[in-house]
């Protein structure tokens, strides 16, 4: 998944955005509600999107809570998970009602944030089913697991991260910045043949067939059926 996240407390910030890139995640991290605004609900058409947020409500120049009001007012469905110190009914109830998914107490595990984000995921795709089935290849989200011909397939964080954003819309052709976008955040470094290495090793661990390049446009994986 790629996600914004608004925390502007320094070392929380970097102990979350490593977390989650460890688990396969893009992360942009921005520390203030101006930031987000800017990143997310008035960016220009060319910028990122996000497939959830993870929102402090403490900034120093606003309120989280209006922050998720401002973006369901815009009619943005990106989902939202409050992360707070916060912990009393009222600022539970105030943050869903204004429009949040979920909502975390700080300290804030980051295998529960993981499970959290994973939910909000299904929920969004409509899958109750935590299981992507792929023909001879099975993918388990919540264990980071994948399996071919029911053997278990070692791949890395970008690998996994990579496959998912295929799997998520088989058939459908992704761009390479749509791919980029989904493996790595801001700030990241990125050598100009990365996406292509990634889809090089993860045809040889899975099958050529599964992933379809198409010339100037991008990649795309072929659902099971047309194998």
Avoid: C
Avoid at 5 to 19: F, I, K, N, Q
Avoid at 21 to 30: E, I, K, L, M, S
Avoid at 81 to 86: E, F, N, V
Avoid at 101 to 113: A, G, H, T
């Amino acid at each position: 998944m790629r996600l914004l996240l608004v925390e502007d407390d320094a070392m929380l910030g970097t102990a979350l955005r490593a977390g989650l890139r460890q688990d396969g995640h893009a992360v942009d991290w921005v520390r203030s509600a101006g930031e987000a605004q800017a990143a997310w609900l008035v960016a220009p058409e060319h910028a990122s999107t996000y497939d959830a947020v993870v929102l402090d409500l403490g900034l120093p120049d606003g309120s989280g809570v209006e922050l998720v009001k401002s973006a369901r007012a815009r009619g943005v469905a990106t989902p939202i998970l409050i992360a707070t110190a916060r912990d009393r009914i009222a600022d539970r109830v105030a943050g869903l009602d204004a429009g949040a998914d979920d909502y975390m107490v700080k300290p804030i595990d980051l295998d529960e944030l993981a499970a959290r984000l994973r939910a909000l995921e299904r929920r969004v795709a409509g899958r109750a089913a935590p299981m992507i089935e792929l023909g001879r290849i099975a993918i388990d989200p919540a264990a980071r697991r994948v399996t071919r011909n029911g053997m278990p397939i070692e791949l890395t964080a970008r690998e996994f991260a990579l496959l998912m954003a295929l799997a998520r819309r088989p058939g459908a052709v992704l761009t390479r910045a749509q791919l980029i976008e989904a493996v790595y955040g801001w700030n990241e470094g990125i050598e100009s043949n990365a996406l292509d290495v990634h889809v090089h090793h993860l045809r040889r661990k899975l099958g050529a067939a599964l992933i379809e390049t198409r010339r100037g446009l991008g990649y795309r994986l072929v659902p099971p059926k047309s194998h």
